[in-house]
């Protein structure tokens, strides 16, 4: 388990080497048995450049890990392959398709879909969950034996503002808004208390 102590002037310089050489916020934290978020402050503090998402990204996926990723896949069929498509439902209205439908955003649908799948999305989500230590932060709920709560990562400031406020219309625009990825804009949330939110999905669309 985690547990908060102060560090001395060597543990913060062996923090900050093992972080400056590749190892993340989650690993650096595992091998001193603290959070991410302890080894964050330390780092903040010694005033260390923080990585941006891509930047750990590109460390993650060494030349390595990609051979050995496309090893995995060579010569395996694709899921789709030999499938049998059917149209299960008719289309009664295909003229209020996308811009002729009054609910059109530009594409804004899609756009969260793919942010929401991305690997960016995921870090951000897991950078979250680890400095509130998957507890929610509102009644305390966490992950445990014969408790099956959902724990969500939520964006205070929302997510779908964010979009509309900074007019992000691409996987590119919103991989570059830091705002999006802003750890301090996120907070760890059952799925009983994001539920009742001002923020949460159909709840924003009531409170317009």
């Not at 400095?131 to 034996?145: I, L």
Request: aromatic share 8%; with cysteine; charged share 30%.
């Amino acid at each position: 388990m985690a547990r908060k102590r102060m560090f001395s002037t060597d543990e913060q310089e062996e923090m900050i080497q093992l972080y400056k050489s590749g190892l993340s916020l989650n690993e650096v934290a595992n091998k001193f048995k603290v959070t991410g978020a302890s080894v964050y402050h330390i780092l903040r503090k010694n005033n260390i450049h923080r990585r941006s998402l891509s930047e750990a990204n590109t460390l993650l996926w060494t030349k390595e890990r990609k051979e050995k990723q496309s090893a995995i896949k060579k010569g395996k069929p694709t899921w789709s392959l030999g499938k049998k498509w059917k149209l299960n439902h008719v289309k009664k209205s295909p003229n209020i398709r996308g811009s002729n439908n009054p609910n059109w955003k530009g594409g804004k649908t899609k756009i969260a879909q793919q942010i929401r799948k991305s690997a960016e999305y995921s870090f951000w989500r897991k950078q979250v969950f680890d400095r509130d230590n998957y507890s929610c932060v509102e009644c305390g709920r966490t992950r445990k034996k014969g408790d099956r709560v959902i724990i969500e990562a939520d964006h205070i400031y929302p997510f779908s503002k964010i979009l509309d406020d900074f007019n992000i219309t691409s996987i590119d625009e919103a991989i570059s808004c830091k705002k999006l990825w802003d750890i301090e804009n996120g907070r760890t949330l059952c799925r009983d208390c994001h539920i009742k939110t001002d923020t949460y999905g159909v709840n924003l669309i009531k409170n317009a």
